[in-house]
Each structure stands twice: as C-alpha cells, then as structure tokens.
C-alpha cells in the first residue's frame, strides 16, 4: 500500500487517501507492517513464582504455592529433587526431621506455547521447642538460695522467659534462675517458657516444689496419770515438710521412733517421756517433754531417778524407721 502511494508523484496522496477510504467502505481494514514484525505469540516470556514462608518446623504442616502468568498451565514441583506430582500449583508437606534447609522447586508448562519457567526457593528448617524440662532439687530449705535450669530441644536456638507462683514473666535470664524460698512459703510453682527466636513458638514447663517446715507443733499424745502394772501408749508428732525423724526416750532409756509403749511395775512418784524430731531436709530439730503421773505410789519414796530404769519393763514400738 505504501508502496502505491510512493509511486504517484502528482496527487500521490489524495490518490493513496480515495483508496483507503474506498477500503474503508468496503468492510476491508488493510493491514500496515513492516519485514521486522513478528507474530504475536512469539518471542513472549512468562515467568513463575513460588509464594510461601521462608521457614518450616519440624511436625508442623506446611504449605507453598507457584503462581505463573498463564491462562492454562501445567505445573511440576519437588522438595529437594524429589518430585511432588498431582499438586497443582500448591505443595502441602510436612517435614518429619530436622535438616538445616531444604530446596522447593516449581516447573511451570504453558499448554498453548510449550514454553516453560522454573522459580526455586530455599527453606529453612526450625524444629521445636520440644522435650521442654526443669532440673533442679525437688525440695528447698527457707531462706537459701537454689537454682534450677530449663532445657528444651530448639533449633536454631531458643530463649527462655521464667514465672515464680503467679508473678510476672522474668526474661533476661536465659536458661538458669535462682529462688529463696522464705519460711510461710509451702510450695513454690515454677513455670519455664521456651520460645523458638526464628518462629517465635512456645511450649512451657511446670514443677510445683516443696519447701521444708518444721518441725512445729511438736506434743506427746498420751495419758497425764498411770497405774502400775497396765500397759500405756505415747506417741509423739510434729507438723514436719518432709517427714520427721524421731529419738523417744523415758528417763535414762532411748529409742528411735515416735511411739514408745511402756508398763511400770513397782510405786514410782512419776517418770518423764522425750520426744526429739528432727528435719529429714533441713536438720533442724524440736523437743517435746511429757510428765506423766503414777497412781497408788508413795509420795515419801525416795526412789531415785536413775534407778527408774530398773522398774520400768519398757516396750518400743518403732513406727517411722529412720537412720540418725
């Protein structure tokens, strides 16, 4: 067409212009080009895109997604070179052990072109916290100071944050915390967080922890008066955290245990009974001292206290058998 219009050189375009407008009112719509042009479909690129997190956990379910811009597409993915076939265009997974990353990768076909595009991402993997624990001693003494530490399973790393009963969560503490316990104190509740510092999940940890009291309260439990030649029981107790230990003792004879039974067979003005408990954890210790009184004894006796010994027939029952 150029070419005919080149071609008149008197009136060239007022001849060019009646043939295109004849065209026009003929329905026919000429086509201008160059030789440079190329058809429409080729020579175009597409490109595809994996959209996803940057990281994975170990045993959480995960997912990523390839987007390309095509109308009609077939889509091929893998994780780490294995491939993932009837996906679709989203990969579900999950990763059952810990490695330090791993490579998605994503084949995109267009159907009409055959073209095809790769996009590869690179993931890292985080594993827990897990296994989450709280060592240290299972019992405190007031007033002394005791540490306890808090180990998880995390990786990379985790940080630890820490609650005392129902206080505040203490961070900047990392792994390690101490506490001293004060004497009202029965137990102290000690809770540990581990929080992964990439994904910022947590798992907490518990240990409810006793503290040592007593002994306290400490009493002989018996009858005040006796007669001879019956048989008596006396028992000695405390409020003790942990258990007590106990030496009973009447007069000049000793025992350990907390029950003693005795029968006195000859007059005898009266006779003490002792009882001495003592902390399993802490060591620290208590006396109680009882009376007790004789029926139908001669009050001018002269009986010495160190020949009580000789008329007592003492029965020891031990009932909590402890080593001093």
Same mark, same amino acid.
């Given at each position: 067409?150029?070419?005919?219009?080149?071609?008149? %050189?008197?009136?060239?375009?007022?001849?060019?212009?009646?043939?295109?407008?004849?065209?026009?009112?003929?329905?026919? %719509?000429?086509?201008?080009?160059?030789?440079?042009?190329?058809?429409?479909?080729?020579?175009?690129?597409?490109?595809?895109?994996?959209?996803?997190?940057?990281?994975?956990?170990?045993?959480?379910?995960?997912?990523?997604?390839?987007?390309?811009?095509?109308?009609?597409?077939?889509?091929?993915?893998?994780?780490?070179?294995?491939?993932?076939?009837? %996906?679709?265009?989203?990969?579900?997974?999950?990763?059952?052990?810990?490695?330090?990353?791993?490579?998605?990768?994503?084949?995109?076909?267009?159907?009409?072109?055959?073209?095809?595009?790769?996009?590869?991402?690179?993931?890292?993997?985080?594993?827990?916290?897990?296994?989450?624990?709280?060592?240290?001693?299972?019992?405190?003494?007031?007033?002394?100071?005791?540490?306890?530490?808090?180990?998880?399973?995390?990786?990379?790393?985790?940080?630890?944050?820490?609650?005392?009963?129902?206080?505040?969560?203490?961070?900047?503490?990392?792994?390690?915390?101490?506490?001293?316990?004060?004497?009202?104190?029965?137990?102290?509740?000690?809770?540990?967080?581990?929080?992964?510092?990439?994904?910022?999940?947590?798992?907490?940890?518990?240990?409810?922890?006793?503290?040592?009291?007593?002994?306290?309260?400490? %009493?002989?439990?018996?009858?005040?008066?006796?007669?001879?030649?019956?048989?008596?029981?006396?028992?000695?107790?405390?409020?003790? $955290?942990?258990?007590? $230990?106990?030496?009973?003792?009447?007069?000049?004879?000793?025992?350990?245990?907390?029950?003693?039974?005795?029968?006195?067979?000859?007059?005898?003005?009266?006779?003490?009974?002792?009882?001495?408990?003592?902390?399993?954890?802490?060591?620290?210790?208590?006396?109680?001292?009882?009376?007790?009184?004789?029926?139908?004894?001669?009050?001018?006796?002269?009986?010495?206290?160190?020949?009580?010994?000789?008329?007592?027939?003492?029965?020891?029952?031990?009932?909590?058998?402890?080593?001093?």
């Amino acid at each position: 067409m150029d070419d005919i219009c080149k071609s008149k %050189q008197h009136g060239g375009r007022s001849n060019c212009g009646r043939l295109l407008l004849l065209l026009f009112l003929a329905g026919l %719509q000429p086509v201008l080009s160059t030789d440079d042009e190329t058809p429409e479909t080729e020579g175009l690129e597409f490109d595809c895109e994996i959209v996803g997190p940057d990281y994975v956990t170990v045993g959480v379910p995960s997912s990523i997604e390839c987007t390309a811009d095509c109308t009609s597409c077939t889509f091929s993915m893998s994780l780490d070179g294995q491939s993932a076939q009837g %996906q679709g265009n989203v990969l579900a997974f999950t990763i059952d052990r810990w490695m330090e990353a791993f490579t998605v990768e994503c084949t995109v076909t267009d159907d009409k072109t055959l073209q095809t595009a790769t996009a590869t991402k690179k993931l890292k993997v985080l594993a827990g916290p897990a296994n989450v624990s709280i060592s240290g001693p299972d019992l405190m003494n007031p007033t002394v100071s005791h540490t306890y530490s808090c180990h998880a399973y995390c990786r990379p790393t985790c940080h630890y944050t820490w609650r005392i009963d129902k206080g505040a969560w203490i961070g900047g503490q990392g792994n390690v915390i101490s506490i001293n316990p004060r004497e009202e104190d029965n137990y102290k509740t000690l809770v540990c967080k581990a929080t992964n510092s990439v994904s910022g999940m947590f798992v907490a940890a518990t240990r409810n922890i006793a503290v040592a009291s007593g002994p306290s309260e400490i %009493q002989i439990k018996g009858p005040d008066v006796i007669e001879i030649a019956e048989k008596y029981k006396f028992e000695c107790t405390s409020e003790c $955290r942990p258990s007590c $230990r106990y030496v009973s003792s009447v007069d000049s004879q000793a025992v350990r245990g907390s029950v003693v039974e005795l029968t006195v067979e000859h007059p005898l003005k009266s006779l003490t009974i002792k009882c001495e408990a003592q902390n399993t954890a802490s060591r620290k210790t208590a006396t109680a001292l009882k009376t007790v009184q004789l029926t139908g004894s001669d009050h001018n006796s002269s009986t010495r206290l160190e020949e009580t010994s000789a008329v007592l027939l003492l029965a020891f029952i031990i009932s909590a058998a402890y080593s001093l």
